[in-house]
Protein backbone atom coordinates (compact mmCIF):
# COMPACT_ATOMS: atom_id res chain seq x y z
CA UNK A 1 0.00 0.00 0.00
CA UNK A 2 1.35 3.43 -0.68
CA UNK A 3 2.13 6.23 1.66
CA UNK A 4 -0.27 8.64 2.83
CA UNK A 5 0.60 11.97 0.70
CA UNK A 6 -1.64 13.86 3.07
CA UNK A 7 1.87 15.43 4.99
CA UNK A 8 4.03 16.33 2.05
CA UNK A 9 5.23 19.73 1.52
CA UNK A 10 6.55 19.22 -2.15
CA UNK A 11 7.19 22.62 -3.85
CA UNK A 12 5.97 24.43 -0.36
CA UNK A 13 7.69 27.63 0.67
CA UNK A 14 7.65 28.08 4.29
CA UNK A 15 8.79 31.12 7.35
CA UNK A 16 9.63 29.85 10.16
CA UNK A 17 10.41 32.67 12.73
CA UNK A 18 12.74 32.18 15.55
CA UNK A 19 14.42 29.18 13.75
CA UNK A 20 17.85 29.75 14.99
CA UNK A 21 17.20 27.44 17.71
CA UNK A 22 14.57 25.13 20.12
CA UNK A 23 11.19 25.05 19.13
CA UNK A 24 11.42 27.09 15.56
CA UNK A 25 15.18 24.71 14.67
CA UNK A 26 12.43 21.48 15.12
CA UNK A 27 10.41 22.62 12.97
CA UNK A 28 12.23 23.84 10.37
CA UNK A 29 13.87 20.52 10.12
CA UNK A 30 10.71 18.70 10.46
CA UNK A 31 9.03 21.05 7.28
CA UNK A 32 12.34 20.98 5.43
CA UNK A 33 12.04 16.76 5.60
CA UNK A 34 9.04 17.36 4.17
CA UNK A 35 9.82 18.95 0.79
CA UNK A 36 9.24 22.16 2.29
CA UNK A 37 11.90 25.20 1.24
CA UNK A 38 12.42 26.49 4.55
CA UNK A 39 12.84 30.30 5.34
CA UNK A 40 14.71 30.15 8.59
CA UNK A 41 14.71 33.56 10.45
CA UNK A 42 15.62 35.07 13.78
CA UNK A 43 17.33 38.30 14.34
CA UNK A 44 20.83 36.84 14.37
CA UNK A 45 21.43 36.04 10.44
CA UNK A 46 24.64 33.26 11.56
CA UNK A 47 22.53 31.05 13.75
CA UNK A 48 20.11 31.36 11.18
CA UNK A 49 22.57 29.94 8.38
CA UNK A 50 24.10 27.41 10.95
CA UNK A 51 20.56 25.44 10.75
CA UNK A 52 19.72 26.49 7.09
CA UNK A 53 23.28 24.74 6.29
CA UNK A 54 22.33 21.46 8.33
CA UNK A 55 19.12 21.58 6.70
CA UNK A 56 20.76 21.29 2.61
CA UNK A 57 23.66 19.13 3.99
CA UNK A 58 20.95 16.44 4.98
CA UNK A 59 19.67 17.15 1.61
CA UNK A 60 16.74 19.44 2.26
CA UNK A 61 16.38 22.85 0.68
CA UNK A 62 16.68 26.27 3.20
CA UNK A 63 17.53 30.12 3.19
CA UNK A 64 18.63 32.14 6.27
CA UNK A 65 17.35 35.66 6.51
CA UNK A 66 17.41 38.21 9.28
CA UNK A 67 14.14 39.63 10.94
CA UNK A 68 12.97 41.31 14.24
CA UNK A 69 10.42 40.81 14.64
CA UNK A 70 9.31 43.69 17.10
CA UNK A 71 10.34 46.34 13.88
CA UNK A 72 8.26 46.71 11.66
CA UNK A 73 9.94 47.74 9.02
CA UNK A 74 12.23 44.52 8.86
CA UNK A 75 8.52 42.90 8.66
CA UNK A 76 8.29 44.51 5.39
CA UNK A 77 11.68 44.41 3.93
CA UNK A 78 11.43 40.57 4.51
CA UNK A 79 8.18 39.84 2.68
CA UNK A 80 9.22 42.22 -0.29
CA UNK A 81 12.15 39.90 -0.45
CA UNK A 82 10.04 37.13 -0.14
CA UNK A 83 7.93 38.43 -2.88
CA UNK A 84 11.16 38.90 -5.27
CA UNK A 85 12.61 35.91 -4.81
CA UNK A 86 9.85 33.04 -4.76
CA UNK A 87 6.38 35.25 -5.50
CA UNK A 88 4.62 33.53 -2.50
CA UNK A 89 4.32 32.01 0.90
CA UNK A 90 2.43 28.71 1.62
CA UNK A 91 2.88 28.29 5.02
CA UNK A 92 3.96 30.94 7.87
CA UNK A 93 5.08 29.74 11.50
CA UNK A 94 5.07 32.49 14.17
CA UNK A 95 7.40 31.35 16.84
CA UNK A 96 9.56 34.01 17.20
CA UNK A 97 8.74 35.66 20.93
CA UNK A 98 10.10 36.88 24.19
CA UNK A 99 9.39 37.03 27.50
CA UNK A 100 12.36 39.67 28.86
CA UNK A 101 10.95 39.40 33.01
CA UNK A 102 10.26 37.30 35.43
CA UNK A 103 8.40 38.72 38.29
CA UNK A 104 5.18 39.35 40.07
CA UNK A 105 2.65 42.10 38.02
CA UNK A 106 3.17 44.90 40.24
CA UNK A 107 6.35 44.61 39.56
CA UNK A 108 6.64 45.07 35.54
CA UNK A 109 8.60 47.24 34.07
CA UNK A 110 6.84 49.56 31.18
CA UNK A 111 9.83 48.73 28.92
CA UNK A 112 9.78 45.57 29.09
CA UNK A 113 6.30 45.50 28.70
CA UNK A 114 5.93 47.58 25.45
CA UNK A 115 8.74 44.80 24.21
CA UNK A 116 6.68 41.81 25.16
CA UNK A 117 3.67 43.41 23.41
CA UNK A 118 5.53 44.83 19.98
CA UNK A 119 7.15 41.22 19.61
CA UNK A 120 4.56 38.68 20.87
CA UNK A 121 1.66 40.89 19.34
CA UNK A 122 2.47 43.30 17.02
CA UNK A 123 5.24 41.04 15.34
CA UNK A 124 2.51 38.22 15.43
CA UNK A 125 -0.31 40.31 13.75
CA UNK A 126 1.96 42.06 11.00
CA UNK A 127 3.73 38.94 9.97
CA UNK A 128 0.61 37.51 9.43
CA UNK A 129 -0.90 40.28 7.52
CA UNK A 130 1.95 40.34 5.02
CA UNK A 131 1.82 36.44 4.96
CA UNK A 132 -1.71 37.13 4.15
CA UNK A 133 -1.35 39.51 1.55
CA UNK A 134 0.84 36.99 -0.34
CA UNK A 135 -1.01 34.00 0.42
CA UNK A 136 -4.27 35.42 -0.85
CA UNK A 137 -2.54 36.08 -4.62
CA UNK A 138 -2.41 32.39 -4.64
CA UNK A 139 -5.90 31.21 -2.62
CA UNK A 140 -4.06 29.12 -0.27
CA UNK A 141 -1.95 29.05 2.84
CA UNK A 142 -1.54 28.13 6.15
CA UNK A 143 -0.97 30.66 9.07
CA UNK A 144 1.08 28.92 12.64
CA UNK A 145 1.13 31.05 15.56
CA UNK A 146 3.13 29.57 18.49
CA UNK A 147 0.99 30.82 21.39
CA UNK A 148 1.43 29.12 24.75
CA UNK A 149 -0.13 27.12 27.60
CA UNK A 150 0.14 30.75 30.03
CA UNK A 151 -2.00 32.33 26.88
CA UNK A 152 -4.89 30.13 28.70
CA UNK A 153 -3.43 29.75 32.08
CA UNK A 154 -0.89 32.52 33.52
CA UNK A 155 1.93 31.63 34.36
CA UNK A 156 3.44 32.66 37.75
CA UNK A 157 5.35 35.66 37.46
CA UNK A 158 5.20 35.64 34.12
CA UNK A 159 1.78 38.48 33.66
CA UNK A 160 2.57 40.35 30.23
CA UNK A 161 3.94 37.24 28.29
CA UNK A 162 0.78 35.11 29.49
CA UNK A 163 -1.71 38.16 28.04
CA UNK A 164 0.49 38.31 25.00
CA UNK A 165 0.02 34.86 24.73
CA UNK A 166 -3.65 35.23 25.51
CA UNK A 167 -3.82 37.69 22.46
CA UNK A 168 -2.22 35.05 20.00
CA UNK A 169 -5.31 32.56 21.06
CA UNK A 170 -7.68 35.50 19.70
CA UNK A 171 -5.81 36.52 16.84
CA UNK A 172 -5.29 33.22 15.58
CA UNK A 173 -9.57 32.92 15.25
CA UNK A 174 -9.33 36.39 13.80
CA UNK A 175 -7.27 35.83 11.27
CA UNK A 176 -9.02 32.41 10.83
CA UNK A 177 -12.44 33.55 10.24
CA UNK A 178 -11.57 36.78 8.13
CA UNK A 179 -9.08 35.04 5.91
CA UNK A 180 -10.72 31.60 5.44
CA UNK A 181 -12.85 32.83 1.95
CA UNK A 182 -8.81 33.84 0.77
CA UNK A 183 -7.94 29.62 1.52
CA UNK A 184 -6.06 30.50 4.33
CA UNK A 185 -6.22 28.56 7.79
CA UNK A 186 -4.50 30.05 11.26
CA UNK A 187 -4.15 27.86 13.70
CA UNK A 188 -2.34 27.82 17.46
CA UNK A 189 -0.36 25.48 18.91
CA UNK A 190 0.09 25.99 22.47
CA UNK A 191 3.12 24.32 24.00
CA UNK A 192 4.23 23.03 27.81
CA UNK A 193 7.06 23.29 29.64
CA UNK A 194 9.43 22.46 26.47
CA UNK A 195 13.47 22.11 27.32
CA UNK A 196 14.96 25.19 25.51
CA UNK A 197 17.19 28.11 26.16
CA UNK A 198 13.99 30.12 26.54
CA UNK A 199 12.95 27.82 29.59
CA UNK A 200 16.08 27.06 30.98
CA UNK A 201 15.37 29.17 34.13
CA UNK A 202 12.55 27.16 34.86
CA UNK A 203 13.83 23.22 33.57
CA UNK A 204 17.47 24.13 35.32
CA UNK A 205 16.38 24.74 38.31
CA UNK A 206 15.29 21.82 40.14
CA UNK A 207 12.82 22.85 42.49
CA UNK A 208 11.01 24.71 40.30
CA UNK A 209 11.22 21.66 37.94
CA UNK A 210 10.10 19.42 40.41
CA UNK A 211 6.86 21.54 41.32
CA UNK A 212 6.11 21.95 37.48
CA UNK A 213 6.10 18.42 36.82
CA UNK A 214 3.73 17.57 39.66
CA UNK A 215 1.28 19.65 37.17
CA UNK A 216 2.18 17.61 33.97
CA UNK A 217 0.37 14.14 34.04
CA UNK A 218 3.40 12.67 31.41
CA UNK A 219 5.27 14.07 34.37
CA UNK A 220 8.01 15.21 31.97
CA UNK A 221 8.90 18.22 30.22
CA UNK A 222 8.42 18.24 26.17
CA UNK A 223 12.11 17.83 23.60
CA UNK A 224 12.05 20.71 20.83
CA UNK A 225 11.39 17.90 18.59
CA UNK A 226 7.99 17.19 20.04
CA UNK A 227 5.86 20.14 19.16
CA UNK A 228 7.30 20.05 15.24
CA UNK A 229 4.81 17.39 14.68
CA UNK A 230 1.89 19.31 15.38
CA UNK A 231 2.84 22.27 13.49
CA UNK A 232 3.20 19.88 9.90
CA UNK A 233 0.03 18.35 10.79
CA UNK A 234 -1.52 22.15 11.12
CA UNK A 235 0.83 23.53 7.59
CA UNK A 236 -0.31 20.55 5.73
CA UNK A 237 -3.22 18.55 4.37
CA UNK A 238 -3.72 16.58 6.88
CA UNK A 239 -5.59 19.51 8.85
CA UNK A 240 -7.57 21.01 6.00
CA UNK A 241 -10.62 21.17 8.14
CA UNK A 242 -9.08 22.63 10.41
CA UNK A 243 -9.37 26.59 11.32
CA UNK A 244 -9.07 28.95 14.41
CA UNK A 245 -8.19 26.22 16.58
CA UNK A 246 -5.98 26.14 19.43
CA UNK A 247 -3.80 22.76 19.76
CA UNK A 248 -2.44 21.98 23.38
CA UNK A 249 0.65 19.81 23.28
CA UNK A 250 1.45 19.75 27.32
CA UNK A 251 1.98 17.07 28.10
CA UNK A 252 -2.14 16.66 29.57
CA UNK A 253 -0.86 20.20 31.80
CA UNK A 254 -4.03 21.85 30.69
CA UNK A 255 -6.70 18.89 30.99
N1 LIG B 1 10.19 26.65 25.86
C1 LIG B 1 9.00 26.59 26.43
O1 LIG B 1 8.82 26.01 27.52
C2 LIG B 1 7.80 27.24 25.77
C3 LIG B 1 6.54 26.98 26.32
C4 LIG B 1 5.42 27.56 25.71
C5 LIG B 1 5.57 28.34 24.59
N2 LIG B 1 6.83 28.57 24.09
C6 LIG B 1 6.91 29.42 22.90
O2 LIG B 1 7.66 28.75 21.90
C7 LIG B 1 8.27 29.71 21.05
C8 LIG B 1 9.75 29.38 20.86
O3 LIG B 1 10.37 29.36 22.12
P1 LIG B 1 11.71 28.55 22.42
O4 LIG B 1 11.53 27.96 23.77
O5 LIG B 1 12.08 27.70 21.28
O6 LIG B 1 12.75 29.78 22.55
P2 LIG B 1 14.35 29.88 22.30
O7 LIG B 1 14.99 28.55 22.34
O8 LIG B 1 14.82 30.93 23.24
O9 LIG B 1 14.41 30.44 20.80
C9 LIG B 1 13.88 31.70 20.50
C10 LIG B 1 14.10 31.99 19.04
O10 LIG B 1 13.49 33.24 18.71
C11 LIG B 1 14.46 34.14 18.16
N3 LIG B 1 14.05 35.49 18.55
C12 LIG B 1 13.97 36.02 19.81
N4 LIG B 1 13.51 37.27 19.75
C13 LIG B 1 13.26 37.55 18.44
C14 LIG B 1 12.76 38.67 17.75
N5 LIG B 1 12.41 39.80 18.38
N6 LIG B 1 12.64 38.60 16.40
C15 LIG B 1 12.98 37.48 15.73
N7 LIG B 1 13.47 36.38 16.33
C16 LIG B 1 13.60 36.41 17.67
C17 LIG B 1 15.81 33.64 18.70
O11 LIG B 1 16.92 33.94 17.86
P3 LIG B 1 17.71 35.36 17.86
O12 LIG B 1 18.26 35.53 19.23
O13 LIG B 1 18.73 35.21 16.78
O14 LIG B 1 16.68 36.38 17.49
C18 LIG B 1 15.56 32.13 18.67
O15 LIG B 1 15.73 31.64 17.35
C19 LIG B 1 7.97 31.07 21.67
O16 LIG B 1 6.84 31.63 21.04
C20 LIG B 1 7.62 30.73 23.11
O17 LIG B 1 6.77 31.70 23.69
C21 LIG B 1 7.94 28.04 24.64
Redo the contacts with the bound molecule.
Keep these: MPHTHLFDLQGKIAFV?????????AIAHVLAQQGAHVIV????LE??QHVADAIIAGGGKATAVA????ELEQIQQVFAGIREQFGRLDILVN?????PQFCNVLDTDPAAFQKTVD?NIR?YFFMSVEAGKLMREHGAGSIIN?????GVSPGLFQGIYSVT?AAVINMTKVFAKECAQFGIRCNALL????D????SALVKNEAILNTALQQIPLKRVAD?KEMAGAVLYLASDASSYTTGAALNVDGGYLS
Excluded: D, M, W
Aim: charged letters at 15%; glycine letters at 18%.
Design positions: SGASRGIGESSRKGCCHIGNAATNVGVASINKPGLTTKFAP
